[in-house]
């Protein structure tokens, strides 16, 4: 069973959000590798692109599909995890060690819904269920 | 990242269907059928998609290919019948051997794969695949009527199993009575196989490297008997059982087609490259005088192999342009290639593209990625020493 950090805020697309003040690290949650299968490509914005909550900010591809990533909050990029352009492997090596990119907050109050660690188990474990 | 939830419709199932369940197989809807797509953590150690196809290439896999149809053909005339419906010449088969060929439309398109298996002087067994087994039952039983032959559909009589692998011949060795050395490629024999007697096995397969195919009785007790002594004879090998995920992206490393993609009804024998197969002077079969015509007027288009040479991965469906942007073509399969380590993909352009070296742009979902037209297949198996 996944490990989810009660450090972390998560969406119900399968991101992970590490708020820190004004600026926000994002990344994919272990649900979404193990979903998902084999990472081996990833593309991510360019410092200084605007992402907007709900907004797709990225694509993360399997070797058997391609997903949108969902920006789980606004912001300007303010970098990204390059290392995954080689490496997208670590992505499901290593989930919640794996960001993709750092955001400076548009608007910090968007974070208020963003779900706990404990809410997105529970949503998670209700979604395995339908399967 | 977003999950879709598809609509719960009834799937057929294998008789391992359970066995995949509890190995923690990722269950998907192929052609109807609820097969498994990978083994992210089997018990025989950790799998997903990419240990499998690995597997295959270098140690072992075993695959459940149930879903795969059967059709026998049988009779005086079986002979005639098979050389009128498929275009590969079945009179070259002598017993026990088997080989890759197709039935064709009347255009010359294709009905679906097939291999055949001389069984018996004049007996043939026709594998064919799961999501065209009905179409291709009315097929075969609605044109080989005027000939002194019967046909039966066998397809839920058998569950097929694929040990795929350099060390394939090594698992069989250890559950057959049967001389698996002295059985070519594309050859067959009949053996004890875990203790059952007279099972199909051949020398056949469709991951690009060597192995066997095995038909055993479909019942769910000796399915899930059979499937677990392959893995634990295969256990000293490095065996994993392996998913449709593999099966896809090892046939298409080894440029095997697939129905609906590099084959189709709208596709014809000559566009897909498939000639050394259709057998043009064994005398007249389905298609064979629309293939005739094709062949004066000339091919608009051809089945090439690309090598991306910048960022993306040319997928299944997606447009191949020109240095203009203008489409010229599409990816028939694409895919990262596991064991390669690139990102390839089949695709039809016109005859002025294909040649190796040619560069073409696949359409990304928006971004144009250079692809270069390279040799196929784009991985072939070591010659054995």
Known sequence: ?????????????????????????????????????????????????????????????SVKSVSDMYAPISGKVAAVNAELIAAPEKINSDPHGSWLIRLQLKDAAEAADLLTADAYEKFVAEEGEQH | MSTTAEAAIALRKTALNRVHRQM???????????????????????????????????????????????????????????????????????????????MLYPEGTFVDDVIVHRLGESDYLLVINAGTREKDWDWVRDNVRKFACKPHDLSDEFTQLAVQGPRAADVLRKLTDADVSSVRNYGFTHGSVCGLKSVLIARTGYTGEDGFEIYVPSDQATSERVWSDVLEAGREFGILPCGLGARNTLRLEAKMALYGHEISESINVWEAGLERYCKMEKGDFIGRASLEKLKASGLKRTLVGLEARERGIPRD??????????????????????????????????????????????????????????PTPFYRRPKKI
């Open chain 1, 1 to 61: 069973m996944a490990d989810y950090p009660k450090e972390l805020k998560y969406t119900k697309e399968h991101e992970w959000v590490k708020i820190d003040g004004a600026n926000a690290t994002v990344g994919i949650t272990d649900f979404a590798q193990q979903a998902l299968g084999d990472i081996v490509y990833v593309e991510l914005p360019k410092i200084g692109d605007a992402v907007e909550k709900g907004k797709t900010f990225g694509t993360v591809e």
């Open chain 2, 24 to 102: 923690g197989a990722k269950m998907v809807d192929f052609g109807g059928w609820e097969m498994p797509i990978e083994y992210p953590s089997s018990p025989c150690g950790p799998g997903g998609l990419m240990k499998e196809h690995l597997a295959v290439r270098t140690a072992a896999g075993v695959f459940d290919v149930s879903h795969m149809g059967d059709i026998r053909v049988s009779g005086t005339q079986a002979l005639a019948a098979a050389q009128h419906i498929s275009m590969n010449d079945a009179s070259r088969l002598a017993i026990g051997q088997a080989h890759y060929s197709a």
């Open chain 2, 317 to 374: 469906g997606y447009p191949v342009q020109d240095e203009t942007g203008k489409d010229i073509g599409y990816v028939t399969s694409g895919s990262y290639a596991p064991y390669l380590k690139k990102n390839i993909a089949l695709a039809y352009v016109p005859p002025e593209f294909s040649a190796v070296g040619s560069v073409v742009c696949a359409a990304v979902r928006g971004q144009r990625v250079k692809c270069e037209v390279v």
